[in-house]
């Protein structure tokens, strides 16, 4: 069992990037440009790597290998949560230079609520054989979902969030600069910015659904879990800029995704009968995303093709 102070002092450090993040880089709300973005997404995937290695001198490799897996099932399915974060600021019609404050504030409170629910799933699995069959199960049948259902439009303006937000106080028209909250009329009210925030943060919650079951699959302890999960989830926000305007040529990303899901599902459910190292996992995992990517960029290359040669498209 991991003592507490190292859970304070993992939750501290991470308190402590992000104020430097926020301090000194994203201290003015602007626009993130492609080339910021990707060097902040290397930065925390050189943090989530390099943490890596301090599980690898403090626990041994079985437990480095178990992080490195959980990080990776992580990563590869917050890809898909892009979507929804894409969705939501479109339909809010979210100023640029406001997205990345939103999406940090956001992600952050996904975090904290990420915490409590590997700690509780942790306590389950280990009080409870049976609850591995009921997480496996949530994984295949989220793998089917991803399959057999088309992506639709969704209208965020009547999302069930943003009902229970009116209910709760007024939301005006407008933004109002980086402001979450202001006062109309005597009356606190809030601004679209705060619906935003919401929505992005209970859409996480509701993919944690999906992921905390599948980091289950590869590691028991609950901090390896979390630190994991943390990690991968605070690269989101950098990661959203730089794939935002590239998802739509992901053509075989949820085929990637579902077989991930089966995968670590059929793991979690045979976890008594068949013992699946988690080196095999971590490299099934890798190719599985890496067979998804590459069809992707060959699919790309022969619709760039045909888009050039319309005689041999017409063959």
Not at 280 to 299: D, E, Q, R
Request: net charge positive; charged share 15%; hydrophobic share 60%.
């Amino acid at each position: 069992m991991v003592e507490w102070y190292w859970w304070a002092g993992f939750i501290l450090a991470i308190a402590g990037c992000l104020a430097i993040d926020l301090t000194f880089f994203h201290r003015t709300p602007h626009s993130v440009r492609f080339r910021e973005a990707l060097l902040w997404s290397a930065a925390w995937v050189t943090l989530g790597l390099a943490f890596a290695l301090v599980v690898l001198v403090w626990r041994g490799s079985g437990f480095a290998a178990q992080y490195l897996a959980g990080y990776l099932i992580e990563w590869t399915l917050s890809v898909d949560n892009i979507f929804v974060f894409v969705l939501v600021l479109m339909a809010f019609a979210v100023p640029e230079e406001l997205r990345q404050r939103v999406l940090m504030w956001g992600v952050l409170g996904a975090v904290a609520m990420r915490l409590g629910f590997i700690l509780g799933g942790a306590a389950l699995l280990n009080r409870f054989a049976w609850v591995e069959y009921v997480f496996g199960a949530i994984l295949l049948v989220t793998a089917v979902r991803f399959l057999f259902t088309r992506e639709k439009g969704r209208s965020f303006e009547d999302s069930p969030v943003l009902r229970v937000l009116r209910r709760v106080m007024p939301v005006t028209d407008s933004y109002e600069g980086s402001r979450y909250l202001v006062r109309r009329d005597g009356r606190r009210a809030a601004t679209p910015l705060l619906a935003v925030l919401a929505l992005i943060t209970v859409s996480d919650v509701i993919f944690a659904v999906d992921s905390i079951p599948a980091v289950f699959a590869v590691t028991r302890d609950a901090f390896i879990a979390f630190s994991s999960n943390a990690l991968a989830v605070l690269g989101l926000r950098p990661l959203f800029f730089v794939l935002s305007g590239a998802l739509e040529h992901f053509y075989y990303l949820k085929y990637s995704l579902a077989a991930i899901l089966a995968f670590v599902g059929m793991k979690l459910i045979l976890h008594q009968t068949v013992d699946v190292p988690t080196a095999i996992s971590l490299a099934v995992i890798a190719g599985l995303m890496a067979v998804g990517i590459a069809a992707s960029w060959m699919k790309e290359r022969r619709m760039r093709s045909t888009d050039r040669d319309p005689v041999a498209g017409s063959g």
